[in-house]
């Protein structure tokens, strides 16, 4: 059964570093691309970028390139999405997604991280 | 960036009724267009890819169709378990984007 199962949710003060992670299982993790998205409070989805673990090759949206670092340690089947220097406006969800097969579409998603940033 | 605009943003609906929500790209994205569903609490869950092929284990209520620049998901007699807020996704371009979602409402 494939499965992304996400970090507990996390409350951090403005400035401060935070990285979230993502296991997946059931499936060749090296094989597929994992996506991350974030959905602020009351918000719609935002596709903020994706990597492939086989060879850690990785893309962002322009909105979030810069504002955080995606990556992957494929001997621990796991995805990650980590910030240098937190701000308010980080408080949202985000969730990992697996790509299916195509690369088209995501077919698996994880539970979400709840991301909380205040002082 | 490819933008996708989704209308109406939300709708009043009573079970049984047929749904229509639209998505509409800025630039033509052939049939690299995805539906999803996001209930309240809970991630979000694929219902359709590829502009009109039904994921696995989806009920044939929900369909989808439109290529080019103009798509269209449709459920044709709304359930309980249909409230919801739907989102489209295009993946032609490298960098993926959603558009704002439509809530489902009971009415």
């Known amino acids: 059964e494939v499965q992304l199962v996400q970090s507990g949710a996390e409350v951090k003060k403005p400035g401060e570093s935070l990285k979230i992670s993502c296991k997946g299982s059931?499936?060749?993790?090296?094989?597929?691309?994992i996506d991350w998205v974030r959905q602020m409070p009351g918000k719609g989805l935002e596709w903020m970028g994706s990597?492939?673990?086989?060879?850690?090759?990785?893309k962002y949206s322009p909105s979030f390139q810069g504002q955080v670092t995606i990556s992957a340690d494929k001997s621990i089947t796991t995805a990650y999405l980590q910030w240098s220097s937190l701000k308010a406006s980080d408080t949202a969800m985000y969730y990992c997604?697996?790509?299916?097969?195509?690369?088209?579409?995501?077919?698996?998603w994880g539970q979400g991280t709840l991301v909380t940033v205040s002082s | 960036d490819i933008q996708m605009t989704q209308s109406p943003s939300s709708l009043s609906a009573s079970v049984g009724d047929r749904v229509t929500i639209t998505c509409r790209a800025s630039?033509?994205?052939?049939?690299?267009l995805n539906w999803y569903q996001q209930r309240p609490g809970e991630a979000p869950k694929l219902l359709i890819y590829?502009?009109?092929s039904l994921q696995s284990g989806v009920p044939s209520r929900f369909s989808g169709s439109g290529s080019g620049t103009d798509f269209t998901l449709t459920i044709s007699s709304l359930q309980p378990e249909d409230f919801a807020t739907y989102y489209c996704?295009?993946?032609?371009?490298?960098?993926?984007?959603f558009g704002q979602g439509t809530k489902v409402e009971t009415k």
């Open positions: 630039r033509s994205i052939g049939t690299y």
């Open positions: 990597i492939y673990p086989g060879d850690s090759d990785t």
């Open positions: 997604a697996r790509q299916g097969v195509t690369g088209w579409y995501d077919d698996y």
């Open positions: 059931g499936y060749s993790f090296t094989s597929y691309w």
């Open positions: 996704q295009q993946s032609y371009s490298a960098l993926w984007t």
């Open positions: 590829a502009a009109s």
